[in-house]
């Protein structure tokens, strides 16, 4: 398709190549080096005039990158492109959604704003929304939000005998029981108490016979895994014997796959929104359909 292309930025490339090539739509890779100090030089390879022109990058590990997106969107608008549309994968800072003490940012509302400003619209897949409720409060362009729940529901079908799923708080809801609908298993939603950064507390009033089923604790983001670990304690105390693990977005930080298998994860599995050694989830098709 000639009058679209999609622009890679590294280090999603890779996977925004292989939307382009499943979507049939034109690819270039941006090309980004580094001055001495740090200063970014970034140059589109090819002309954007009166394309519509989609920026592809996954927004883990974000401080750089999202300098790099702002001068790359504005850029393109001066370039003459038709319409810019920011595909983010990963969207970062969903979680900083409430002031929670005096003088604090609220980085998600900040981040929308400056992206708003950059881009004319924004796709964006399984986003942490839980005080704010839709993307649309706080972005003043146009968002879709894609969902990975079908490729889930479908990953356990094919490999689950008796599943069982387990969100860990609250707002996991909307990943677990959604995909237990389409998967036809039930689910139970606990409560988790977050004590800070790296320190939760899990509640749980299950009452069920844990040990008949496959346990699978589904949630949209594993960052240091201690959710996740505090969750697969919560259970075992509770009787289960065969516990995995499904997220949208493995950041995976912080020693968390060492954590996770020590506390007896079976199977670690996420999306590759975050491309990762255990993404066996592709969203590649998610995103092409959406596009092409
Ligand atoms: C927040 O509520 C998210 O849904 C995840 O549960 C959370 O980000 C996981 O963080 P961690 O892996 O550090 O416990």
Request: net charge positive; glycine share 4%.
């Amino acid at each position: 398709m000639k009058n679209k292309i999609i622009i890679g930025i590294p280090p999603s490339n890779i996977l925004a190549k292989e939307v382009a090539r499943v979507s049939k739509i034109d690819y270039a890779t941006l090309k980004v080096t580094k001055f001495p100090d740090n200063e970014l030089h970034i140059r589109y390879p090819v002309s954007l005039t009166g394309k519509k022109v989609f920026l592809f990058l996954s927004l883990f590990n974000p401080n750089e990158k999202i300098v790099e997106l702002l001068f790359t969107a504005m850029a393109a608008k001066e370039m003459k492109a038709k319409k810019v549309v920011l595909i983010a994968p990963y969207f970062p800072y969903l979680r900083e959604d409430k002031l929670f003490h005096k003088g604090e940012i609220v980085s998600a509302r900040i981040l929308a704003k400056l992206i708003s400003k950059a881009v004319d619209e924004l796709i964006t897949i399984d986003p942490h929304l839980h005080r704010i409720k839709s993307l649309s409060e706080i972005f003043d362009i146009k968002t879709q939000k894609l969902s990975c729940n079908k490729l889930i529901s479908n990953y356990i079908k094919n490999n689950y005998k008796k599943p069982l799923i387990i969100g860990p708080d609250k707002e996991s809801y909307q990943w677990a029981r959604n995909v237990a609908k389409l998967v036809g298993c039930e689910a139970y939603v606990f409560t988790k108490k977050r004590l800070g950064s790296e320190k939760v507390k899990i509640h749980s009033d299950i009452k069920k016979d844990l040990k008949k089923y496959d346990i699978i604790i589904v949630d949209d983001i594993i960052s240091t895994g201690h959710t996740i670990v505090k969750t697969v304690n919560n259970l075992k105390r509770n009787g289960a014997k065969n516990i995995s693990c499904i997220c949208v977005h493995g950041l995976l930080l912080k020693n968390s796959m060492k954590r996770l298998k020590k506390a007896g994860i079976k199977d670690l599995v996420t999306t590759n929104t975050i491309p990762n050694l255990r993404s066996k989830i592709q969203i590649n098709q998610l995103i092409a359909e959406k596009i092409k």
